[in-house]
């Protein structure tokens, strides 16, 4: 479980738009390292698309968020009391939860609570200097800060104790900010979060920039009841908590209603409270952890007890930016959503089957957690771990011997999480372990290039041979039929191979495939269109499980017209979960206008909580964009501007926002103002590959193509891994009349995005104008084998 929270990794919500369309944003905006990504359309009743021509300016679609809502199992809304009142009924449970990591989350800066070391200490790192000090029993911190000039700062708050603290500092409005450099409480010794990085003050990621706002990215994990307060009138944060550190009513809810129970011994259901965290059905338990242990959005400001998570929060699928091709733990994504592609997971294993949730202790000492159930028996036999949980296929071995282990009793090998339990170090020195609970295989894991515990222990040569042991040892089960693998189906997908779309399909047509991985494979269907790839996503908009239906919901529009699509989508503007029902909705603005029969009630009470959702996230400058996005759509248009400014406001230095008002003004016949902005943004930031591109693509349409190609050269060059600026530069070279070097380019991003289609097609057509047929007819049977039912092909 982790100790304390990396303010920079912290999942925003669905929050950036659709970015245009495929010819003039990137795939990705990595800012705030959010992992948002622009849907690429494909219109799937079309033909063979025409040749691609550079766009002319336009603004894009709206994005969506949001997650599901459950009734209130309690007569009356409980309120929040004073935890104090807990414990003279629950000594054992706070005799645990005292001097855990959950109370010790997040404390008032007092020398009793400052491990670090403030005696005028300084410390340099990226270029900065930062210097530590105290007044009396106040902690002081003198650091560059928003403007790179040097002031001093009050530290407020403590975050965590172990293995390192970091503090949060005092700066204007309310704000909170997670300062940079860390203690190290077992080394003694002060670090920077990001070695080597050149984080200065003009960095995304510099404590003093929004990404490191606490109010937002940290504090409600590390208190309970918050509030982020933020007034947006005034750019200002007035937030407040119930009580600092992870307590009682965080994971049980309000209390009041308790207090009454235990007072009268009413009726109420589950003696006040509005959960059961002892319910049989595991969700209950497991989303609630996930609400703070998964890599997620926020949907709004705090979260609703008694609701499912994607009520109140939208959590990541398994994008590569986030996991290993097989699923593991890569950026920081706080155990759920690892746990969810597990088997325990799907049978029914909770958090505390393994963890003790008020001292974040494990249950039982070294492998004996795990012997709960993988024990001589077969059978799990520890009191507490039996209810719930699906013992069918447990195979009675005794897996604390060297016939299991394959390693000496006591030696690094032995232990149960030394296999199958992967971890790695997360801010610095945070041991965080994987727990998809994967079994390691050597041969699988060279051949995919994903992390395994074999290859992690034995390097070099001695994993050769480890591998070439591992066969042998595991012979008989090598030899048996298996079924294709989700990760050896997802190396082909995404490395654009042979059989990919079929692997694709048989995947998505497992019925025990786990919810995250099919709204991971869903995420990717828009890549190998097709009848069967309609089909599946379709099938899959009426999944019981709300992640997988909200992914869908995304595959169909990204495969249909927003007329097509319709039909399809309207039934899930009145679905249970507040995340599914926004994005069918968002999906839907341009039909709605003219409106959706019997549906169109439901899309307006979705839509209006796409709003809020908006709205209650005001202090983001995504949330700002997405509002404009969304008014413009609705045709608004008078409140487009002032939002798109505000969105510059909260953050200068999202360039979505500032590209997005370029292309306002320059399309409402302020061309001269939306060129001086962008040429002023453009110097300001020289080596913003988005700005460049955009700057290239203005120069495009005024006919300047000469000044064009250095600046969408350079924003290709930039960031090599994005297909739209690979893209759109081999275009205009295509129309400038330089078609080898278009295909060139086309050939240089085809190697790195095998599966990009828009590539592929154009690559084709200008080796048939260029008379290069052989190396076209390559190209399209290598495109058949990837996936024939294309209607590309047709």
């Given at each position: 479980?982790p100790?304390?929270?990396?303010?920079?990794?912290?999942?925003?919500?669905d929050?950036?738009?659709?970015?245009?369309?495929?010819?003039?944003?990137?795939?990705t905006i990595?800012?705030l390292?959010?992992?948002?990504a622009?849907i690429?359309w494909?219109?799937?009743?079309?033909?063979?698309?025409?040749?691609?021509?550079?766009?002319a300016a336009?603004?894009?679609?709206?994005?969506p968020?949001?997650?599901?809502?459950?009734p209130?199992?309690?007569?009356?809304?409980a309120?929040?009391?004073?935890?104090q009142?807990?414990?003279?009924?629950?000594?054992?449970?706070?005799?645990?939860?005292?001097?855990?990591?959950?109370q010790?989350?997040?404390?008032?800066?007092?020398?009793?609570?400052?491990?670090?070391?403030?005696?005028?200490?300084?410390f340099?790192?990226?270029?900065?200097?930062?210097?530590?000090?105290?007044?009396?029993?106040?902690?002081?911190?003198?650091?560059p800060?928003?403007?790179?000039?040097?002031a001093?700062?009050?530290?407020?708050?403590?975050?965590?104790?172990?293995?390192?603290?970091?503090y949060?500092l005092?700066?204007?409005?309310g704000?909170?900010q997670a300062?940079?450099?860390a203690?190290?409480?077992?080394?003694?010794?002060?670090?920077?979060?990001?070695?080597?990085q050149?984080?200065?003050?003009?960095?995304?990621?510099?404590?003093?920039?929004?990404?490191?706002?606490?109010?937002?990215?940290?504090?409600?994990?590390?208190?309970?009841g918050?509030q982020?307060?933020f007034?947006?009138a005034?750019?200002?944060f007035?937030?407040?908590?119930?009580s600092?550190?992870v307590g009682?009513q965080?994971?049980?809810?309000?209390?009041?209603?308790?207090l009454?129970?235990?007072?009268q011994?009413?009726?109420?259901m589950?003696?006040?409270?509005?959960?059961?965290?002892?319910?049989?059905?595991?969700?209950?338990?497991?989303e609630?952890?996930?609400?703070?242990?998964?890599?997620?959005?926020?949907l709004g400001?705090?979260?609703t007890?008694?609701?499912?998570?994607?009520?109140?929060?939208?959590?990541?699928?398994?994008?590569?930016?986030l996991?290993?091709?097989?699923?593991?733990?890569?950026?920081?994504v706080?155990e759920?959503g690892?746990?969810?592609?597990?088997?325990m997971?799907?049978k029914?294993?909770?958090?505390?089957?393994?963890?003790?949730?008020h001292s974040?202790?494990?249950?039982a000492?070294?492998?004996?957690?795990?012997?709960?159930?993988h024990?001589?028996?077969?059978q799990?036999?520890?009191?507490?771990?039996?209810?719930?949980?699906?013992?069918?296929?447990?195979?009675?071995?005794?897996?604390?011997?060297v016939?299991h282990?394959?390693?000496?009793?006591?030696?690094?090998g032995?232990?149960c999480?030394?296999?199958?339990?992967l971890?790695?170090?997360y801010?610095?020195?945070?041991?965080?372990?994987?727990?998809?609970?994967?079994?390691?295989?050597?041969?699988r894991a060279?051949?995919?290039?994903t992390?395994?515990?074999?290859l992690?222990?034995?390097?070099?040569?001695?994993?050769?041979?480890?591998?070439e042991q591992?066969?042998?040892?595991?012979?008989?089960?090598?030899?048996a039929?298996q079924?294709?693998?989700?990760?050896?189906?997802?190396?082909?997908?995404?490395n654009?191979?042979?059989?990919?779309?079929?692997?694709l399909?048989?995947?998505?047509?497992?019925?025990?495939?786990?919810?995250?991985?099919?709204?991971t494979?869903?995420?990717?269907?828009?890549?190998?269109?097709?009848?069967?790839?309609?089909?599946?996503?379709?099938?899959?908009?009426?999944?019981?499980a709300?992640?997988?239906?909200e992914?869908?919901?995304r595959?169909?529009?990204a495969?249909?017209?927003?007329?097509?699509?319709a039909s399809?989508?309207?039934?899930?503007l009145?679905?249970?979960?507040?995340?599914?029902r926004?994005?069918?909705?968002?999906?839907?603005?341009?039909?709605?206008?003219?409106?959706?029969?019997?549906a169109?009630?439901?899309?307006?009470?979705?839509i209006?909580?796409?709003?809020?959702?908006?709205?209650?996230?005001?202090?983001?400058?995504?949330?700002?964009?997405?509002?404009?996005?969304?008014y413009?759509?609705?045709?608004?248009?008078?409140?487009?501007?002032?939002?798109?400014?505000?969105?510059?406001q909260?953050?200068?230095?999202?360039?979505?926002?500032?590209?997005?008002?370029?292309?306002?003004?320059?399309?409402?016949g302020?061309?001269?103002?939306?060129q001086?902005?962008?040429?002023?943004?453009?110097?300001?930031?020289?080596?913003?590959?988005?700005?460049?591109?955009?700057?290239?693509?203005a120069?495009?349409r005024?006919?300047?193509?000469?000044?064009?190609?250095?600046?969408?050269?350079k924003?290709?060059?930039?960031?090599?891994q994005?297909?739209?600026?690979g893209?759109?530069?081999a275009v205009?070279?295509?129309d400038?009349?330089?078609?080898d070097?278009?295909?060139?380019?086309?050939?240089?991003?085809?190697?790195?995005?095998?599966?990009?289609?828009?590539?592929?097609?154009?690559?084709?057509?200008?080796?048939?104008e260029?008379?290069?047929?052989?190396k076209?007819?390559v190209?399209?049977?290598?495109?058949?084998?990837m996936?024939?039912?294309?209607?590309?092909?047709?």
């Open positions: 479980m100790k304390h929270k990396n303010k920079a990794v912290e999942a925003n919500p929050l950036s738009p659709n970015l245009m369309n495929r010819y003039v944003f990137p795939a990595g800012v390292l959010l992992a948002v622009a690429g494909f219109l799937f009743a079309s033909n063979t698309p025409a040749p691609p021509k550079l766009p336009s603004t894009p679609p709206v994005q968020v949001a997650q599901p809502a459950k209130a199992l309690v007569a009356a809304p309120t929040m009391v004073d935890e009142q807990c414990q003279g009924c629950h000594s054992e449970q706070v005799k645990d939860w005292q001097g855990s990591h959950h010790l989350a997040m404390q008032p800066a007092t020398p009793e609570t400052m491990l670090g070391d403030f005696n005028n200490v300084t340099n790192a990226n270029g900065e200097a930062t210097v530590f000090s105290r007044k009396g029993d106040e902690f002081w911190v003198k650091t800060g928003i403007h790179g000039k040097n001093d700062f009050k530290v407020a708050y403590t975050f965590g104790i172990a293995p390192l603290q970091q949060l005092e700066v204007s409005e704000r909170l300062l940079g450099v203690w190290d409480t077992e080394k003694h010794r002060w670090f920077h979060l990001y070695p080597g050149g984080v200065n003050f003009k960095n995304p990621l510099h404590w003093s920039k929004p990404s490191q706002n606490a109010n937002f990215m940290c504090v409600e994990c590390h208190t309970t918050y982020r307060n007034d947006a005034k750019n200002t007035a937030s407040q908590w119930n600092l550190g009682c965080a994971c049980h809810g309000p209390a009041s209603n308790h009454a129970w235990t007072a011994k009413t009726e109420l589950h003696a006040g409270f509005a959960v059961d965290l002892k319910d049989k059905d595991a969700t209950v338990e497991i609630t952890c996930a609400r703070c242990h998964s890599r997620r959005a926020p400001d705090g979260f007890v008694g609701k499912r998570l994607m009520d109140d929060y939208l959590p990541s699928a398994l994008t590569r930016e996991y290993a091709l097989d699923g593991k733990i890569k950026d920081e706080f759920h690892s746990f969810a592609q597990s088997k997971f799907d029914g294993v909770r958090c505390s089957n393994c963890h003790n949730p974040n202790q494990l249950k000492p070294g492998n004996a957690v795990c012997l709960q159930c024990n001589t028996a077969g799990a036999s520890v009191e507490g771990a039996t209810e719930g949980v699906d013992g069918k296929g447990l195979q009675a071995k005794n897996y604390d011997s016939e282990t394959r390693h000496t009793m006591g030696q690094p032995s232990q999480i030394d296999c199958h339990m971890g790695k170090f801010m610095g020195n945070d041991w965080r372990h994987d727990h998809s609970f994967s079994i390691p295989n050597p041969e060279a051949r995919l290039g992390p395994d515990a074999c992690t222990c034995h390097q070099g040569k001695a994993g050769d041979k480890v591998t591992f066969k042998l040892w595991n012979t008989a089960n090598a030899s039929m079924a294709p693998r989700y990760d050896e189906s997802l190396w082909l997908i995404r654009g191979q042979p059989g990919a779309a079929q692997a399909y048989e995947q998505l047509q497992r019925s025990n495939l786990p919810a995250i991985q099919r709204a494979l869903l995420a990717e269907l828009p890549l190998y269109p097709s009848e069967q790839a309609l089909k599946l996503a379709t099938q899959d908009l009426r999944n019981p709300p992640q997988v239906r992914s869908a919901v595959a169909i529009s495969f249909l017209p927003p007329a097509e699509r399809l989508l309207t039934p899930l009145a679905d249970p979960v507040k995340a599914v926004i994005v069918a909705a968002r999906d839907l603005l341009s039909v709605a206008r003219n409106g959706l029969g019997s169109q009630a439901d899309w307006n009470a979705a209006a909580e796409y709003e809020d959702v908006q709205k209650s996230l005001a202090e983001r400058a995504e949330a700002n964009l997405n509002l404009a996005m969304l413009q759509g609705s045709g608004r248009v008078a409140e487009v501007e002032p939002l798109l400014r505000t969105a510059l909260r953050d200068p230095d999202f360039y979505p926002a500032l590209v997005t008002l370029v292309q306002w003004l320059e399309a409402n302020r061309g001269p103002q939306a001086a902005l962008l040429e002023q943004s453009v110097k300001d930031h020289p080596n913003a590959a988005l700005l460049l591109h955009t700057q290239g693509l120069l495009i005024a006919g300047n193509t000469e000044h064009a190609m250095p600046l969408l050269s924003a290709a060059k930039l960031e090599p994005s297909a739209q600026y893209y759109v530069l205009a070279l295509h400038s009349g330089k078609v070097e278009a295909c060139e380019e086309l050939e240089r991003l085809l190697k790195v995005q095998p599966a990009n289609r828009n590539a592929r097609l154009s690559l084709i057509q200008y080796y048939l260029n008379g290069k047929e052989p076209a007819q190209l399209l049977q290598g495109w058949k084998k996936n024939m039912g294309d209607p590309a092909l047709k």
